[in-house]
């Protein structure tokens, strides 16, 4: 059974930095295709970041250049580095674990920025 726990969200000021970590069990993560999305109210979710087993990675145009996307295959965790945050990063954000083709998601983490 393929399980995903996020954390590291949390309330911060404009201009500030989080850091999102995702742990995965049940498969053999160094072969998993990994994502972070995120979604804010009524609105569709929507690609923040992801990242393969070689370690190439693709960021959404909103955060190019301000968050960065790593994997630590020994520790089974990917991770979301956000610098920079706006407001309208504001979201509840989900770890996505996608292998052999299947998409597992995390629960979901809430992250707030205010003005």
């Known amino acids: 059974q393929v399980q995903l726990v996020e954390s590291g969200g949390g309330s911060v000021q404009a201009g500030g930095s989080l850091r999102l970590s995702c742990v995965v069990s049940?498969?053999?993560?160094?072969?998993?295709?990994m994502g972070w999305y995120r979604q804010a109210p009524g609105r569709q979710r929507e690609l923040v970041a992801t990242?393969?087993?070689?370690?190439?990675?693709n960021y959404g145009d909103s955060v190019k250049g301000r968050f960065t996307i790593s994997r630590d295959n020994a520790k089974n965790t990917v991770h979301l580095q956000m610098n920079s945050l706006k407001p309208e990063d504001t979201a509840v954000y989900y770890c996505?674990?996608?292998?052999?083709?299947?998409?597992?998601w995390g629960q979901g983490t809430q992250v707030t920025v205010s003005s």
């Open positions: 049940g498969t053999i993560f160094s072969k998993n295709f």
């Open positions: 990242i393969n087993s070689g370690g190439s990675t």
């Open positions: 996505l674990a996608a292998p052999g083709g299947l998409n597992y």
